[in-house]
């Protein structure tokens, strides 16, 4: 059974770069045809889907966050990481890692890591 | 982008009742549409998946369907654990988009 864990800074100061590492334990991040999400909740519940990097590497990124967002992993420690730079207070959010599988949603979600914005 | 316009924003039902949320997408986005509960301080959990298609270990009394680019969730039989906010989430086209959240409340 796959579990995903979110670690992250708690708080970031503004301009800084926010990073949040995903853990993936029961299952390997290579595994064929399975691709590895960000997704934040903001205050007031909107949810934002920022991206995934896939079994293979490659990675895609919403447009929203193109020139401010990095999704990389280390397949030797099964965890992939978000970077987000230049944060202000509107980056401040629940951050949650999932997987989905190709042609599927999002099935497993990590307990999400609160991470604030504030000077 | 493709837009989801979620409704009602919230929603107070007592148990037993039925409830219904829609999703009205921008375009035309196929089943590729899907349900998610979030109860307070819990991850999202999938409800329907392809629009109609029931998630594992899910109740029955949860059901999805679709009329044109208008998508619904129904909830029969409430639950005083169906307590929690409901999205509606896009995968047609890259970036997929959440509808903004039903908040869900029994009396």
């Known amino acids: 059974q796959v579990n995903l864990q979110e670690s992250g800074p708690g708080i970031v100061k503004p301009s800084q770069p926010l990073s949040v590492t995903c853990s993936v334990t029961?299952?390997?991040?290579?595994?064929?045809?399975?691709?590895w999400n960000w997704i934040r909740k903001f205050p007031g519940n909107k949810l934002e889907w920022m991206g995934y990097?896939?079994?293979?590497?490659?990675?895609y990124y919403n447009p929203s966050l193109k020139s401010r967002i990095s999704i990389t992993r280390d397949t030797s420690k099964n965890q992939f990481f978000l970077q987000l730079n230049t944060v202000t207070t509107e980056d401040t959010a629940v951050y949650y890692c999932?997987?989905?599988?190709?042609?599927?949603?999002?099935?497993?979600w990590g307990q999400g890591a609160s991470v604030t914005v504030s000077s | 982008d493709i837009q989801m316009t979620q409704s009602p924003a919230s929603l107070s039902a007592s148990p037993e009742e039925i409830v219904t949320i829609t999703c009205q997408a921008s375009?035309?986005?196929?089943?590729?549409l899907a349900w998610y509960q979030q109860k307070p301080g819990k991850s999202p959990q999938l409800l329907i998946y392809?629009?109609?298609s029931l998630a594992d270990g899910i109740p029955s009394r949860f059901s999805g369907s679709r009329s044109g680019t208008q998508y619904s969730l129904k909830i029969s039989r409430l639950q005083v654990e169906d307590t929690g906010i409901y999205y509606c989430?896009?995968?047609?086209?890259?970036?997929?988009?959440f509808g903004g959240g039903t908040k869900l409340e029994l009396k």
């Open positions: 999932a997987r989905h599988i190709y042609y599927y949603v999002m099935d497993a």
């Open positions: 029961g299952y390997s991040i290579t595994t064929s045809y399975y691709y």
């Open positions: 990097i896939s079994y293979d590497g490659s990675i």
């Open positions: 375009q035309d986005i196929g089943n590729w």
């Open positions: 392809s629009a109609t």
């Open positions: 989430l896009q995968r047609y086209s890259n970036p997929w988009t």
